[in-house]
């Protein structure tokens, strides 16, 4: 039991300098405070870069949560979100809300952030003018996009730049304002700036640089602004984007030593002893922030001093900017440009792919580096500068980044990054300030293997995800797994099917346009390769809520027969388990013989094929079939085909189980289902397999104690024998185990992957762990089939039969003569 009482920590501001000083505290010292948050937001606190993400559509303000309220009563804090703090009594030590509480404290923290530079231009108080700072900002702009309306932005820095691509993302359009010659002129240099105003104008913005604005137009609303020079742009919103400055309010309250910001000292204590401040409302050593890194820092030293640590101090580091402006990548660290003649510039261009670099040498070590397009070696960039290091001997091959550097020659290089060279303190996530020390220690305590593991721990590659290949090859050197990066789905994207698929399940992309918006796709439609895949890929995990996009589906899915080389089609109908009637044969015979169909087959699945049937009569062919209740047996889909079986106990003398009777219940619980690639089972009555089981996607040989589920098996070209998975005791449990397997393939198995790449992929051991082992997970892979099933076990012949459902597909070409 803890005797000694706990202290009275107050926080002022809700936002993510005061919360992440809170996480440190509450790492260092867990119960040493009762702490009090207060913020003036209705929200918990949320990652508040990310805005420009949900403006663009690619993520939603729960996506951007850091906090939810659950940890605040979890880790014992009380917060008072919605209700600032107006008053602060440094002598009675109590502070005052804006709805009347009073709370006294100890310590009290000041993080109230900044607040956005307004210029004084007339008009700025009229309805439709708004700044980009925060979630209420960013609903009027949205509302603003819905209407359809045109936009301007005024500043051309990162955040307006993020502000004039959301909107235009949202189908407004944007004009950009802008003070200087070039954008980001802080962060690029001029060819950089240019290049970066080339590729945003082909993009559809467009740029008023060294425009300065006079006022806003309006009498009632704003309708537009006026420039300096005369010119005039009409919009119905206007964005203000052109800074911030530190919110000294509080510090002036509570009667603090004020400049620029509210001066804290290197213990991030203000001219009170009892009060500290961190982020953006804090003035260090004549220095203001507005970059997430140096906030991080002094979150971690004030939280070592309020955890009793007298020694902790705040030096602001060495800082760069790694930034994705609307898709494109830049960095830039130190000196932008040479600044006497003792400067060197090394500078490299590749207009064709759209790369540019330049380097600051001074005495023989880097003192600076922009790059634009291409930018894999900033952080070995920056690490030079940072460390001083004498770069003669790599002098002309610096330029062309480490793997050239480090080789000695051209001709030695080796792509990627040296993990095991990288310092400790290499800052790898700049969104989370997370350094590879702090993911190789979460990695190696806790055991991870994942790169949402290591995400979940350390938010890592968890906010923009730029970091995400750097975070990949640490976890892959810690832990020995291939660090070959994902395969990119096509040339549309850089992003492999895992990252996608998740991306869409994580950011809630519930579109094509969505996903593509969201994940930077180059092209706006995408192509033959990717459409397909993001098509399954959203049914799978939005059933009920995505549409099927026919368009993205090959010609035998959207005719639902298989062409055939004279380009007729093959229709096969379902026969569960491969039992028919003679009803049913007599039906398939009477259309073969009305639709003149040359040939009819039984298949390796049990069965039977018309073969030659013209497009035109698909429909009338189905709607015969539909008669006699024969439907889609799903030939020409990448998703359950066959569930084969054997006649077993109910006719075999050796047979153990009635084989065929589990094969029909399984196939007419997965039928219809969309899968990456083509599922076939089989189920066979005793060991002898006469089914095939065992080069099945999932097999079932039955036994005399019951069934043993085979999985990831194929016949064709490269055969794989399946691996066992489990042996069962009932028809119950074969269906639920047999549909949490297809679930996991379905939710985690790449677009055109069988089962049995995706067992060798991702390793039995890991199939057991999540089938065998996890009964709760189990059940719920089996629920989420069983859901998703409710929406595809419709027939597609039924639908199209009646001529109501894609009825162009099957109309004849006209003759022209």
């Known amino acids: 039991m803890n005797s000694v009482p706990r202290q009275r920590l107050v926080v002022i501001g809700n936002g993510m300098a005061g919360m992440r000083t809170v996480e440190e505290l509450l790492r260092r010292a867990p119960v040493r405070y ?99 700072r925060d979630i209420a900002d960013t609903d009027a702009m949205l509302k603003a996009a819905e209407a359809k309306q045109r936009a301007v932005v005024i500043g051309g820095g990162l955040l307006g730049l993020e502000a004039a691509w959301g909107l235009k993302r949202r189908g407004m359009p944007v004009a950009l304002v802008h003070l200087m010659p070039t954008l980001m002129e802080r962060q690029l240099d001029v060819e950089a700036g240019g290049m970066l105003q080339k590729d945003l104008t082909e993009r559809g913005l467009h740029f008023f640089t060294q425009g300065q604005t006079e006022r806003v137009l309006g009498d009632t609303k704003a309708e537009g602004v006026v420039l300096a020079d005369g010119r005039s742009i009409p919009a119905d919103l206007v964005v203000v984007a052109i800074g911030i400055r530190p919110n000294v309010d509080m510090g002036k309250a509570a009667g603090l030593d004020i400049n620029r910001g509210i001066v804290v000292g290197d213990d991030m204590a203000t001219s009170d002893a009892d009060i500290y ?41 060495p800082l760069s900017t790694r930034l994705k402006i609307t898709g494109i990548d830049v960095f830039s660290a130190g000196k932008l440009a040479a600044e006497d003649d003792s400067d060197e510039e090394v500078v490299f261009r590749d207009a064709t792919k759209g790369v540019y670099r330049k380097l600051v040498v001074r005495d023989n070590t880097l003192v600076g580096a922009v790059m634009y397009g291409d930018v894999a070696d900033g952080g070995w960039y920056f690490d030079l500068i940072k460390g001083g290091a004498d770069v003669s001997d790599m002098r002309d091959r610096l330029i062309f980044g480490q793997a050239f550097a480090d080789s000695g020659c051209c001709g030695g290089a080796k792509a990627g990054m040296d993990v095991a060279a990288m310092a400790d303190d290499s800052q790898i996530c700049g969104c989370n300030g997370v350094s590879k020390g702090a993911i190789v220690a979460a990695i190696t305590e806790k055991g991870l293997t994942t790169l949402d593991e290591v995400r979940a721990h350390t938010k890592a590659s968890a906010s923009c995800g730029m970091c995400t290949p750097q975070v990949q090859a640490i976890l892959s050197f810690v832990t020995g797994a291939d660090a070959a990066a994902p395969q990119a789905m096509c040339t549309c994207t850089e992003h492999g099917h895992d990252h996608v698929r998740h991306a869409i399940v994580d950011q809630r992309l519930k579109t094509q346009d969505a996903v593509r918006k969201a994940l930077g796709w180059k092209t706006e439609d995408g192509c033959a390769k990717c459409r397909p895949a993001l098509n399954y890929y959203l049914l799978c995990a939005w059933p009920g809520e995505y549409v099927d996009d026919y368009r993205s589906r090959f010609i035998n899915e959207r005719v639902h027969a298989n062409i055939q080389k004279d380009g007729t089609y093959s229709v096969v109908p379902r026969m569960w388990g491969g039992l028919t009637t003679p009803d049913e044969l007599r ?69 153990t ?112 762990k ?27 012949w039924a639908e199209r039969a009646s001529g109501g459902v894609d009825s162009h597909e099957f109309q004849p070409l006209a003759v022209v003569s």
């Open 770 to 796: 999540r089938i065998l082992e996890d009964d709760a997970g189990r059940k719920a892979l089996y629920a989420r089939f069983l859901f998703s099933q409710s929406y595809a076990q419709n027939d597609p």
């Open 277 to 317: 401040a961190v982020g953006e409302c804090v003035e260090h050593r004549g220095q203001v922030f507005g970059l997430v890194a140096p906030i991080w820092e002094q979150a971690k030293v004030c939280a070592a001093r309020l955890a009793g640590d007298n020694v902790a101090t705040y030096a602001t580091p």
């Open 587 to 655: 039906a398939i015979a009477d259309v073969a013989d009305k639709f003149q169909i040359p040939t009819v087959k039984v298949t390796g699945g049990q069965r039977i094929d018309l073969l030659g049937v013209k497009k035109q009569d698909l429909p009338a062919v189905w709607a015969d079939l539909n008669k006699a209740g024969l439907v889609s047996g799903h030939a020409y889909s990448k998703g359950l085909r066959t569930v084969k079986t054997c006649v077993g106990s109910e006719w075999c003398r050796f047979g």
């Open 34 to 132: 009762d702490i009090t948050v207060f913020g003036a937001e209705p929200h918990p606190n949320y990652n508040r870069i990310m805005l420009s993400s949900v403006l663009a559509g690619e993520k939603t303000i729960d996506d951007i949560v850091i906090n939810p309220l659950s940890w605040y009563a979890e880790a014992g804090i009380t917060l008072h979100a919605g209700d600032p703090v107006v008053g602060i009594d440094a002598k009675a030590k109590i502070v005052t809300a804006a709805s009347g509480r009073t709370v006294a404290y100890d310590k009290l923290l000041l993080a109230t952030g900044s607040k956005p530079l307004m210029p004084p231009l007339p008009g700025l108080e009229l309805p439709g003018v708004v700044a980009f």
């Open 657 to 768: 189980q009635d084989s065929t009777g589990l094969g029909v219940k399984l196939e007419k619980l997965m039928w219809g289902s969309w899968t990456p690639h083509k599922v076939k089972l089989a189920v066979s009555g005793c060991p002898r397999n006469c089914a095939e089981a065992t080069i099945k996607d999932i097999g079932i040989i039955c036994v005399e104690a019951g069934y043993d589920m085979v999985i990831g098996g194929n016949g064709g070209i490269e055969v794989r024998v399946t691996d066992p998975l489990v042996r069962l005791s009932t028809e119950d449990e074969v269906l639920e185990y047999a549909s949490a397997f297809m679930q996991l393939y379905r939710e985690e198995g790449r677009y055109l992957e069988r089962t049995a790449p995706y067992v060798e992929r991702v390793g039995l051991a890991y199939v057991k």
